[in-house]
T-cell receptor, first 116, second 116 residues
Framework: AQKITQTQPGMFVQEKEAVTLDCTYD???????LFWYKQPSSGEMIFLIY??????QNATEGRYSLNFQKARKSANLVISASQLGDSAMYFC?????????????FGSGTQLTVLP | ETGVTQSPTHLIKTRGQQVTLRCSSQ?????VSWYQQALGQGPQFIFQ???????GRGNFPPRFSGLQFPNYSSELNVNALELDDSALYLC???????????????FGNGTRLTVT
């Protein structure tokens, strides 16, 4: 079963507007973490934001916020006031207790394009 | 603080050949994870090295192997290259395997491997 699902292969947003990138996850663990990464065309993976399963408040980091709905198993990324430099692939990832490596499991990503 | 560095940045190999990719972890990090990212997909976990030993492996065949050295740098070796091995190979370092729970992976810029 797929652990991380990103159903939007591509999204467009007008500059200065807000955009929401969807992510749903599947785990039987009570303790887990959710991460969002940005990958520009250069290939580097840039960490954006983290949400823990026990965190009572939604995470925020500057223009990034995470809309965490635990009962729905969703962890959507909200980017406010979009900028041209936000155009990139965005990946949602999860860490739970499966595997000794406690590795991150990634979704298939969403390509965001910011229009001028 | 020195980040994660990978070499080479690009590589072209022929089917059946062998390849070695290298990664230097971020200063102070003793855990290295390798991911394969095929075009248009999210990164897939290959394996992780912790204190010079393999500490977890994804669904990759034995022809994918690795090493970690006393300075925590790492190598990924792929034997008998196949066309489907063409991908971006990402190395990531961390303080310890998935701990603390909220610790993100710090990625290098990747090695883009093309198998012809």
């Amino acid at each position: 079963a797929q652990k991380i699902t990103q159903t939007q292969p591509g999204m467009f947003v007008q500059e200065k507007e807000a955009v929401t990138l969807d992510c749903t996850y599947d785990t039987s663990d009570q303790s887990y973490g959710l991460f969002w990464y940005k990958q520009p065309s250069s290939g580097e993976m840039i960490f954006l934001i983290y949400q823990g399963s026990y965190d009572e408040q939604n995470a925020t980091e500057g223009r990034y916020s995470l809309n965490f709905q635990k009962a729905r198993k969703s962890a959507n990324l909200v980017i406010s006031a979009s900028q041209l430099g936000d155009s990139a692939m965005y990946f949602c990832a999860m860490r739970d207790s499966s595997g000794s490596a406690r590795q991150l499991t990634f979704g298939s990503g969403t390509q965001l394009t910011v229009l001028p | 603080e020195t980040g994660v560095t990978q070499s080479p940045t690009h590589l072209i190999k022929t089917r059946g050949q062998q390849v070695t990719l290298r990664c230097s972890s971020q200063s102070g990090h003793n855990t290295v994870s390798w991911y394969q990212q095929a075009l248009g997909q999210g990164p897939q976990f290959i394996f992780q090295y912790y204190r010079e030993e393999e500490n977890g492996r994804g669904n990759f065949p034995p022809r994918f192997s690795g090493l970690q050295f006393p300075n925590y740098s790492s190598e990924l070796n792929v034997n008998a290259l196949e066309l489907d091995d063409s991908a971006l190979y990402l190395c990531a370092s961390s303080l310890a395997p998935g701990r603390p729970h909220n610790s993100p992976l710090h990625f290098g810029n990747g090695t883009r491997l093309t198998v012809t």
